[in-house]
């Protein structure tokens, strides 16, 4: 199941004490604002790129179509080489915009040349039965010279604007991939900044300490929790795709690392639903949110503190995410770490996912609520 993309960063999404100078909503704009061009700025570029091409296409077709010995610049847009010429580019902008990326580059290869060929088919039906007539009705228009024929005057036209569309299609393709490399560099620094730091040790290595003074029966499973986290976040996490399995299992563990430090202060529910293993996702995407809604809550409360972690999966692969943790609104925070944090998941969910996922984050006085729908890959 694909979802639209629909995430806004505002005001009424952040929580209070992030509005100031150093809060989510200053340290995130700016950098999606820099980093990454406006959805308008790519349209219009490609758009000056389509024309350019079209307009040097149309000169070398006009020329080629031009039937006389002396050719005059006036004859370069005369109207039956305007109306062949828009008959091919009516026929190339499908392939282009409708066939490439709902067929060719969904792997539907079949029904992607079955479509073409139609399409292919009505141009020559357009060119011999319509506009031949119209613009040549006492010599050409008047006999059918053959399909192979018409086709070989037809498809290279069509085929080079296909061509650069392609052309330009991969160099987005690569410069994403690239983007999303470095992303992911960031991402991970940051996260292991955060995470693997002496504070997140000694708390954990004291909870440790605390237990093994009691002689208490955990121990041991909670070294052995302690050793998978850190495992997973400094290796298995290198990969773009982990197993969905893993990923969760990694964040049960993180989550009952950080309940030793809760002691009596609260609770944490942590509920899953996954109908088989086949799935994977791409790793450290859960796990910002619920460790902004572990600092979220712990940094402002003493007590009661309450955090919900749901992850639900259908058979065809969609994963809904929901985290909701309460806080105190009069806590004022210096911590940025939890924007920039939340800026880098919303940058990998855009280059990862584009229009398939759907992210909503909402504030309501002491309630923190995150809720992600993203399409899963099947092994």
């Given amino acids: 199941m694909l979802v639209d993309k629909t995430h806004s960063v505002n005001d009424s999404l952040i929580p209070p004490n992030d509005k100031k100078a150093d809060n989510f909503s200053e340290t995130i704009s700016p950098v999606r604002k820099d980093d990454r061009k406006s959805p308008l700025k790519v349209y219009a570029l490609e758009f000056a790129y389509q024309f350019a091409v079209m307009a040097v296409l149309l000169v070398f ?7 006389t010995e002396v050719f005059h610049f006036q004859d370069l847009f005369a109207p039956y080489k305007l109306a062949f010429f828009a008959n091919y580019l009516v026929a190339a902008m499908i392939i282009n915009y409708v066939l490439l990326p709902v067929l060719y580059y969904k792997k539907r290869m079949f029904l992607f040349l079955l479509a073409v060929s139609l399409l292919i088919t009505m141009v020559v039906l357009m060119d011999e039965y319509v506009l031949e007539k119209i613009y040549f009705p006492d010599t050409r228009g ?9 086709i070989v005057e037809t498809l290279p036209i069509i085929i080079i604007m296909v061509a650069f569309k392609i052309a330009w299609d991969f160099n987005r393709k690569q410069r994403e991939v690239e983007e999303l490399k470095s992303l992911m560099k960031e991402s991970e620094i940051q996260f292991l900044k955060s995470q693997i730091n002496p504070h997140f040790l000694f708390n954990n290595l004291n909870s440790i300490y605390a237990y093994a003074i009691d002689y208490s029966p955990k121990t041991p499973s909670i070294i052995l929790d302690l050793s998978t986290v850190l495992r997973y976040m400094l290796y298995d996490c290198r990969e773009d795709q982990v197993a969905l ?47 902004n809604a572990f600092k979220h809550s712990t940094g402002s409360q003493a007590g009661n503190i309450e955090i919900d972690i749901a992850i639900h999966v259908t058979e065809d692969g969609t994963l809904t995410f929901n985290c909701c943790n309460n806080y105190s609104p009069h806590y004022q925070s210096t911590d940025t770490a939890r924007g920039i944090g939340l800026q880098n998941v919303i940058k990998r969910l855009d280059l990862l996912f584009q229009k398939t996922y759907h992210l909503v984050i909402k504030n309501d006085g002491n309630l923190y609520t995150v809720n992600l729908m993203i399409p899963l890959k099947k092994m």
């Fill in 61 to 67: 077709f006009s020329f080629n179509m031009d039937q």
């Fill in 142 to 150: 008047t006999y059918f010279p053959g399909l192979s024929f018409t």
């Fill in 245 to 291: 399995t893993k990923e969760v299992d990694h964040l049960k563990k993180y989550t009952a690392l950080f309940e030793l430090q809760l002691n009596k202060r609260g609770r944490i529910n942590f509920r899953e639903e996954i109908p088989n293993d086949r799935f994977f996702i791409p790793p450290l995407i859960l796990i910002v949110f619920v460790e």
